[in-house]
């Protein structure tokens, strides 16, 4: 079996690959629904995602290629700090199998977007070789498109925020004594300790909201379809810096600020 064919089927397995029938896309990766023909991610990015990304474009493209040499992380200058005041290169924080379902952190925003351009593309072939029965070398250029990953407008990232935890989720909090983020009546996910982190959680670290989305609030901030501008707190902020719609302009990279992507169904 072929490097190609084996990453697809990695892919296929890392992204919860859907149910495809009669060219119709039930889900769309690793999404949840939102509205109408929106799904969101349940999870914000993950350092395991972003690196099928890094290796795809190696296979595919070469390390020399520019489209590999714009993706990569700046591994060798920057660190995480632990909890314990001791501090890890990037490099480990991104690769090593101990974070996998971490955060991607220190990424622009145009990796962001070569991204959401990538995973629209793997995905649609997929969809395609399920339907037709084929290996991806076979897969034509030009294909129909049958879902399109994007960044989250402001208006889309709220909305999915803004979801009310479910009554068994309020009483796991409320067992723990843990902080709800309270707005308008509504309980949102997300919740802080009243003190800030030195770095991001695991990416299912807190309860999900009603949708099944997990850290809307709080890990890293979110980037948004507006370059320079992110969402939702990180594990810097204190409960008293939180609203509903905390719009930043954030300096990327940073330690602080990853992504997750919305899906159109087309």
Not at 190 to 205: A, D, I, L, R, V
Request: proline content about 5%; glycine content about 4%; aromatic content about 12%.
């Amino acid at each position: 079996m072929n490097k190609q064919l084996l990453l697809i089927l990695a892919l296929f397995s890392s992204f919860a690959f859907a149910s495809f029938k009669a060219s119709k896309v039930i889900t769309p990766p690793g999404t949840v629904h939102l509205e109408n023909n929106l799904y969101i991610d349940e999870t914000e990015i993950s350092n395991f995602a972003y690196q099928e990304f890094l290796y795809y474009l190696k296979t595919n493209l070469g390390e020399s290629s520019p489209e590999y040499n714009a993706a990569q992380l700046p591994l060798d200058t920057k660190v995480i700090y632990m909890s314990d005041g001791e501090s890890i290169p990037l490099k480990t924080y991104a690769e090593h199998p101990a974070f996998r379902h971490y955060p991607v952190v220190y990424v622009t925003w145009e990796q962001a977007l070569a991204y959401c351009n990538w995973r629209t593309r793997v995905v649609n072939e997929m969809f395609y070789m399920e339907e037709h029965k084929v290996i991806r070398k076979d897969v034509p250029d030009n294909i129909q498109q049958f879902v399109k990953y994007r960044l989250p407008t402001e208006a889309e990232w709220n909305k999915a925020a803004a979801m009310a935890l479910d009554v068994k989720a309020k009483k796991r909090l409320d067992k723990h004594n843990e902080t709800n983020i309270i707005k308008d009546g509504k309980v949102y996910n997300g919740y802080f300790s009243e003190s800030s982190s030195t770095y991001p959680e695991y990416n299912y670290g807190t309860t999900p909201n009603e949708k099944g989305l997990y850290h809307m609030y709080g890990n890293v901030s979110e980037m948004l379809d507006e370059k320079g501008t992110s969402i939702g707190g990180n594990f810097t902020s204190s409960i008293n810096h939180l609203s509903l719609s905390p719009v930043t302009s954030n300096k990327v990279p940073s330690k602080v600020v990853g992504f997750r992507c919305v899906a159109e169904v087309l």
